[in-house]
């Protein structure tokens, strides 16, 4: 897989508009990439989201990226704005006075799941999560997990009551996929519009016209 940024399905990122007529360059975002499967998922958003994105990867995460998706560290850094290290606590994103648009956990663990549910933030993923919902800022957590305990199940509906957006990693099928990089463009075309950011082929959408 390309490190490189990409344009979204054919369409220039500066012809991305928000719901509101601005541009989507506007945007800044932080996600956090935990050990879970499913590594592309968040690779691909980063490769298609048009504004500002940081990263921050844990220890468990550098590993599954580079066993699912083959790319190193360094080719993590082009993908984002700046990368962050797990483990300092010391990150603007550590803070509620540095505002953004989203924190997306992409793809989020269960393990991560429960410790953000029972207040904890021990790492900078952890801890930007709690500042996402103390700070009434988007939280989406791209769990990708399965089957789900009856713990976590709690933990999920803690979390959304709090206000984070739950969004299990599993993609649709009624745009007749034919490879796995459409699946997974399709799930990131759904957490951008999520953003607010308009991006074409929805469901039926021609039918709007």
Do not use: N
């Amino acid at each position: 897989m390309s490190p490189e940024r990409v344009v979204d399905a054919g369409v220039e990122p500066a012809t991305l508009r928000l719901r509101d007529g601005r541009d989507a360059r506007v945007l800044r975002v932080v996600v956090g990439m935990t050990g879970a499967s499913g590594a592309t998922y968040g690779i691909d958003f980063l490769r298609r989201f048009p504004g500002e994105a940081h990263l921050v990867v844990s220890r468990w995460a550098k590993m599954v990226i580079h066993t699912e998706t083959g790319l190193s560290e360094k080719d993590l850094e082009e993908l984002a704005h700046g990368v962050h290290p797990d483990h300092d606590l010391s990150s603007p994103f550590a803070s509620g006075s540095i505002r953004h648009d989203g924190c997306l956990i992409l793809p989020a663990s269960a393990s991560t799941v429960g410790r953000i549910a029972a207040g904890i933030g021990d790492t900078l993923i952890t801890r930007m999560a709690q500042v996402a919902l103390k700070e009434r800022m988007p939280l989406v957590l791209g769990l990708r997990e399965t089957p789900l305990s009856s713990i976590t199940l709690e933990a999920l509906h803690k979390l959304s009551l709090a206000g984070a957006i739950v969004f299990p990693l599993s993609p649709p099928f009624y745009g007749r996929p034919e490879s796995i990089e459409a699946l997974v463009g399709a799930t990131t075309s759904k957490l951008l519009r999520l953003l607010g950011v308009e991006v074409p082929g929805g469901w039926r959408e021609d039918e709007l016209e």
